[in-house]
C-alpha cells in the first residue's frame, strides 16, 4: 500500500517561503516519478513542480525561479521549498507519485498515488 503524507503547510504574508515535505511509505521512491500539485477552490488542480527518477525536474511557469523541487532518496521524502510567495500561490498543494507519470511530469491524470493535501495560505 502507497502512502504519500504532506506537512509543511501554513499561513505566510506575501514575500515569505515555506518548505513542504511528502514522506512516502510502502514503496522505494527512487524509481518513481514524483510531484507537487495544487488546487485553490473553485480552480483545476494544477502541476507545480515535478522531478524524475533522475532528478530531471520541470517547474509551471507561474512558480519557476520561486519554488524548488527536491527528492531525498533516503529517506523516501519529497521537498518543495516555496519562495518569494504571492496571494496566487494560495490553495492546497498535494504531492503524487507514480512509477511512469505517461502524461507528463505536471499532468494529474498520470498519477496513482496522492497524499491528503496541506493548505498553503497567503496573506498580504
Known amino acids: 500500500q502507497v502512502q504519500l503524507a504532506e506537512s509543511g503547510g501554513g499561513s505566510v504574508q506575501a514575500g515569505g517561503s515555506l518548505r513542504l515535505s511528502c514522506a512516502a511509505s510502502?514503496?522505494?521512491?527512487?524509481?518513481?516519478?514524483l510531484a507537487w500539485f495544487r488546487q485553490a477552490p473553485g480552480k483545476e488542480r494544477e502541476g507545480v513542480a515535478g522531478i524524475d527518477p533522475d532528478g530531471n525536474t520541470e517547474y509551471a511557469d507561474s512558480v519557476k525561479g520561486r519554488f524548488t523541487i527536491s527528492r531525498d532518496n533516503a529517506q523516501n521524502t519529497l521537498y518543495l521549498q516555496l519562495d518569494s510567495l504571492k496571494l496566487d500561490d494560495t490553495a492546497m498543494y498535494y504531492c503524487?507519485?507514480?512509477?511512469?507519470?505517461?502524461?507528463?511530469?505536471?499532468?494529474?491524470?498520470?498519477?496513482?498515488?496522492w497524499g491528503q493535501g496541506t493548505q498553503v495560505t497567503v496573506s498580504s
Open positions: 510502502g514503496y522505494n521512491t527512487v524509481v518513481y516519478y
Open positions: 503524487a507519485a507514480d512509477s511512469l507519470a505517461l502524461d507528463g511530469l505536471l499532468s494529474p491524470r498520470g498519477y496513482h498515488y
